[in-house]
């Protein structure tokens, strides 16, 4: 069973930079496209970032040359470096399988203006 355990949020001001760690265990970590998502407080889970098995790299619009997501298959480990916050990327963020439909317990990320 894949079981996923995020740490590294906290509260930050806007402009600041915040690095979002994800462990995964109980699989085969390389296998798997990996993202991370984040839900805002009255608003639906949406896609930040994802990372496939081959390293491609997707981000929301919203995000794109702020964050960057990135793996350590040999740690098990995904990251997210996100630079230049902005009071909107105020959120739990969640690491995740998609395809497992498996999800960490999340992390709050909370950026004052």
């Known amino acids: 069973q894949v079981v996923l355990v995020e740490s590294g949020g906290g509260s930050a001001p806007a402009g600041a930079s915040l690095k979002l760690s994800c462990v995964f265990s109980?699989?085969?970590?390389?296998?798997?496209?990996v993202g991370w998502f984040r839900q805002a407080p009255g608003k639906e889970r949406e896609l930040v970032a994802r990372?496939?098995?081959?390293?491609?790299?997707y981000y929301a619009d919203s995000v794109k040359g702020r964050f960057t997501i990135s793996r350590d298959s040999a740690k098990n480990m995904l990251y997210l470096q996100m630079n230049s916050l902005k009071p909107e990327d105020t959120a739990v963020y969640y690491c995740?399988?998609?395809?497992?439909?498996?999800w960490g317990q999340g992390t709050q990320v909370t950026v004052s203006s």
């Open positions: 109980g699989g085969t970590f390389e296998n798997y496209s």
């Open positions: 995740g399988v998609p395809n497992l439909s498996t």
């Open positions: 990372i496939t098995v081959s390293r491609n790299e």
